[in-house]
């Protein structure tokens, strides 16, 4: 279970199982993109892809055991970290499996290596447009901000303290697991002004959740020209509209969606074979 130190202190986590071409997984979750949430996925591509691929889990920078600084965590950033795991296990290309935010770090990493990136399945792709708003995406920020406004930084601590799951309890805020679990970071959370944690954390989503529809991560005019074969898997809420993932389907030039209850009872057995022979398929 190897540990990568990136050049400004980060520390990113990840794990490899099985054996074969490699697979970066993006676990679905957002601020908790993080191995463990593939565990409550429909599908989890750990357990089903591991017999015929190295399937390599990550915890992104701030979530699970991937402590990093406070302050914002920007897509070119979190894409520099992506490939430094590839380059850290050697692999001079792999294919990509995504959930939620993990769509837009597909999106963002074939843009960024092109090269590199063999194949990507993306399930609930987030995306912004007439669906929704972006204060969709930043209503999960303000219960943190608020509390800090009320009650100071303190009460922020306190509330990651007692759950440092920041998806599960917004109110302590994006830098919730390392305040749990670092005592010396906790000490420099405390130390900041009402007003600095204000800043940082409005920074921080404006990082994670750009106004820059409809992709976040990508401009629409890039996907046009995606030539990186893409397998879809639809989302039906307001984080992951269906139509978001019908628009990536139908400007990337190399991408095919499957219907939206593909993960239902009666066909997530099919489709996770469709999802395999379409790994298969694009394997060098």
Same mark, same amino acid.
């Given at each position: 279970?190897?540990?990568?130190?990136?050049?400004?202190? %980060?520390?990113? =986590?990840?794990?490899? !199982?099985?054996?074969?071409?490699?697979?970066?997984?993006?676990?679905? #979750?957002?601020?908790?993109?993080?191995?463990?949430?593939?565990?409550?996925?429909?599908?989890? &591509? @750990?357990?089903?892809?591991?017999?015929?691929?190295?399937?390599?889990?990550? /915890?992104?920078?701030?979530?699970?055991?991937?402590?990093?600084? $406070?302050? &914002? %965590?920007?897509?070119?950033?979190?894409?520099?970290?992506?490939?430094?795991?590839?380059? /850290?296990? #050697? $692999?001079?290309?792999? =294919?990509?499996?995504?959930?939620?935010? #993990?769509?837009?770090?597909?999106?963002?990493? $074939?843009?960024? $290596?092109?090269?590199? *990136?063999?194949? #990507?399945?993306?399930? /609930?792709?987030?995306?912004?447009?007439?669906?929704?708003?972006?204060?969709?995406?930043?209503?999960?920020?303000?219960?943190?901000?608020?509390? %800090?406004?009320?009650?100071?930084?303190?009460?922020?601590?306190?509330?990651?303290?007692?759950?440092?799951?920041?998806?599960?309890?917004?109110? %302590?805020?994006? !830098?919730?697991?390392?305040?749990?679990? /670092?005592?010396?970071?906790?000490?420099? @959370?405390?130390?900041?002004?009402?007003?600095?944690?204000?800043?940082?954390?409005?920074?921080?989503?404006?990082?994670?959740?750009?106004?820059? &529809? &409809?992709?976040?991560?990508?401009?629409?005019?890039?996907?046009?020209?995606?030539?990186?074969?893409?397998?879809?898997?639809?989302?039906?809420?307001?984080? =992951?509209?269906?139509? @978001?993932?019908?628009?990536?389907?139908?400007?990337?030039?190399?991408?095919?969606?499957?219907?939206?209850?593909?993960?239902?009872?009666?066909?997530?057995?099919?489709?996770?074979? *469709?999802?395999?022979?379409?790994?298969?398929? =694009?394997?060098?």
């Amino acid at each position: 279970m190897p540990d990568i130190e990136r050049p400004d202190g %980060a520390v990113i =986590h990840y794990e490899t !199982f099985g054996n074969g071409f490699p697979l970066l997984c993006f676990a679905p #979750g957002g601020v908790n993109s993080e191995i463990d949430f593939w565990s409550i996925s429909a599908i989890n &591509p @750990i357990k089903e892809f591991a017999s015929d691929f190295m399937v390599i889990g990550m /915890d992104q920078r701030n979530a699970g055991k991937s402590p990093a600084p $406070a302050r &914002p %965590a920007p897509y070119d950033v979190l894409v520099a970290d992506q490939i430094a795991v590839l380059d /850290d296990i #050697g $692999a001079a290309q792999a =294919h990509t499996y995504g959930g939620c935010i #993990g769509v837009a770090y597909i999106l963002r990493i $074939a843009q960024e $290596a092109p090269a590199r *990136i063999t194949a #990507g399945v993306g399930q /609930d792709p987030v995306g912004l447009n007439h669906t929704n708003s972006l204060e969709t995406f930043m209503d999960m920020f303000q219960p943190t901000l608020t509390l %800090a406004r009320r009650e100071g930084v303190q009460a922020v601590v306190e509330a990651a303290l007692a759950n440092p799951i920041f998806m599960a309890n917004n109110a %302590a805020g994006p !830098f919730a697991r390392r305040i749990h679990d /670092d005592a010396g970071f906790r000490e420099e @959370i405390q130390a900041m002004t009402t007003a600095a944690y204000v800043r940082l954390i409005e920074s921080y989503a404006d990082a994670i959740w750009p106004d820059r &529809p &409809p992709y976040f991560s990508v401009d629409a005019g890039w996907v046009q020209n995606c030539e990186t074969p893409l397998l879809i898997l639809p989302g039906s809420d307001q984080f =992951h509209p269906t139509s @978001i993932a019908e628009q990536i389907c139908r400007d990337a030039k190399n991408a095919l969606c499957l219907d939206v209850d593909c993960r239902s009872e009666a066909k997530v057995t099919e489709t996770i074979e *469709i999802i395999r022979s379409f790994l298969k398929e =694009h394997t060098p």
